[in-house]
């Protein structure tokens, strides 16, 4: 029977790993990207790097500080330096670049791409406050959003369409700002709903599946904002009152970046120093289980793989981290044991 593992820790860059991004097609790739300017390609169940994006020496990359696998996994979007490089997947080579359009940070830069749709993206724009939207059929970015925020962007993600805001066959965006504002956006940036948990805050993630007050489990769809504390936002289905919103703190480390398993049963958490945590949630509670493993660094990034086998990381250590978490929540496996 296969368990969780141990951490491996895959030293391949030379620089600062900023992003890392699973497959959602392919459930053992996952790439990362890091400050020298290298993205490159593993198998989680090789536990190994396989492949590197080749790049001229005309759209050479550096300080690439997030990567993302668009929805069906053909493409990776790589940001560096004001510019959206997208890659393909299967040969690593450039397909084309947007120029002056994504923010210049030094730390990971928000990026997300649509779960429904393989062409679109969205990522924070040059001045940190707004958003851009990227199809990637066409030679320049589809539309801008300034200044949605009065301070810089931390997080962005799309949101399940079932949720209880606008049209139901429209892309929804979450976008959460450093002051602890966080907004539910149409994609041309227009807010339908928005809340503060008043507290510094780096992240949001979003329970996963279709929007539901409660499942066979006792378990509603909420959002989840992690910084200073972990706040969490129940949303009114439409046409009630009383969207609720608890924040839990403060922490006794600030937190980085959430990550829900697909079944939304365990969250994963990146805390100050390396370390990566994991909480159970029972109901509308998030109970700590304790530490994962840890990096010598700060962790900038991770991501669990489609069936929930392994998780990785991306630290400033230089170290991308893999751990298999066990069995797949479903589908096959490559795992093999002999008797």
């Given at each position: 029977?296969?368990?969780?593992?141990?951490?491996?820790?895959?030293?391949?860059?030379?620089?600062?790993?900023?992003?890392?991004?699973?497959?959602?097609?392919?459930?053992?790739?996952?790439?990362?990207?890091?400050?020298?300017?290298?993205?490159?390609?593993?198998?989680?169940?090789?536990?190994?790097?396989?492949?590197?994006?080749?790049?001229?020496?005309?759209?050479?990359?550096?300080?690439?500080?997030?990567?993302?696998?668009?929805?069906?996994?053909?493409?990776?979007?790589?940001?560096?330096?004001?510019?959206?490089?997208?890659?393909?997947?299967?040969?690593?080579?450039?397909?084309?670049?947007?120029?002056?359009?994504?923010?210049?940070?030094?730390?990971?830069?928000?990026?997300?791409?649509?779960?429904?749709n393989p062409n679109m993206a969205i990522c924070v724009n040059t001045?940190?406050?707004?958003?851009?939207?990227?199809?990637?059929?066409?030679?320049?970015?589809?539309?801008?959003?300034?200044?949605?925020?009065?301070?810089?962007?931390?997080?962005?993600?799309?949101?399940?369409?079932?949720?209880?805001?606008?049209?139901?066959?429209?892309?929804?965006?979450?976008?959460?700002?450093?002051?602890?504002?966080?907004?539910?956006?149409?994609?041309?940036?227009?807010?339908?709903?928005?809340?503060?948990?008043?507290?510094?805050?780096?992240?949001?993630?979003?329970?996963?599946?279709?929007?539901?007050?409660?499942?066979?489990?006792?378990?509603?769809?909420?959002?989840?904002?992690?910084?200073?504390?972990?706040?969490?936002?129940?949303?009114?289905?439409?046409?009630?009152?009383?969207?609720?919103?608890?924040?839990?703190?403060?922490?006794?480390?600030?937190?980085?970046?959430?990550?829900?398993?697909?079944?939304?049963?365990?969250?994963?958490?990146?805390?100050?120093?390396g370390q990566l945590r994991r909480y159970r949630r029972i109901g509308?509670?998030?109970?700590?289980?304790?530490?994962?493993?840890?990096?010598?660094?700060?962790?900038?990034?991770?991501?669990?793989?489609?069936?929930?086998?392994?998780?990785?990381?991306?630290?400033?250590?230089?170290?991308?981290g893999l751990m298999c978490l066990g069995a797949p929540s479903f589908?096959?496996?490559?795992?093999?044991?002999?008797?």
């Amino acid at each position: 029977m296969q368990h969780e593992g141990l951490p491996l820790f895959i030293h391949a860059h030379k620089g600062m790993v900023k992003g890392i991004s699973f497959s959602p097609r392919e459930q053992y790739i996952f790439c990362s990207g890091a400050t020298d300017g290298n993205v490159f390609f593993y198998n989680a169940l090789q536990g190994q790097h396989v492949m590197s994006a080749k790049m001229s020496n005309a759209y050479a990359m550096k300080n690439i500080n997030a990567v993302k696998y668009n929805a069906d996994g053909s493409r990776v979007l790589a940001t560096t330096s004001k510019r959206i490089s997208i890659i393909d997947a299967e040969r690593g080579d450039l397909i084309h670049s947007y120029e002056n359009c994504a923010y210049p940070g030094r730390g990971r830069v928000p990026l997300a791409s649509d779960p429904e749709n393989p062409n679109m993206a969205i990522c924070v724009n040059t001045n940190g406050k707004g958003i851009i939207l990227l199809d990637m059929r066409e030679q320049q970015p589809a539309k801008f959003s300034l200044d949605l925020h009065s301070t810089l962007i931390k997080d962005i993600m799309y949101l399940n369409r079932s949720w209880p805001y606008g049209d139901n066959n429209q892309p929804k965006v979450v976008s959460l700002s450093s002051d602890g504002v966080c907004k539910i956006l149409t994609i041309d940036g227009i807010t339908m709903a928005h809340f503060d948990v008043k507290h510094r805050s780096t992240c949001v993630a979003a329970t996963p599946d279709e929007y539901r007050m409660y499942n066979q489990e006792g378990f509603e769809s909420m959002l989840m904002i992690g910084g200073e504390c972990l706040s969490e936002y129940h949303p009114a289905p439409l046409g009630w009152k009383g969207s609720r919103l608890y924040s839990h703190g403060p922490n006794d480390k600030p937190i980085y970046k959430l990550k829900y398993t697909s079944n939304g049963h365990i969250l994963y958490a990146i805390a100050s120093g390396g370390q990566l945590r994991r909480y159970r949630r029972i109901g509308r509670q998030h109970q700590l289980l304790g530490e994962v493993y840890s990096h010598n660094d700060e962790v900038s990034d991770m991501d669990i793989s489609p069936n929930d086998e392994y998780i990785v990381t991306a630290s400033r250590d230089g170290n991308v981290g893999l751990m298999c978490l066990g069995a797949p929540s479903f589908g096959w496996t490559g795992f093999m044991e002999l008797a």
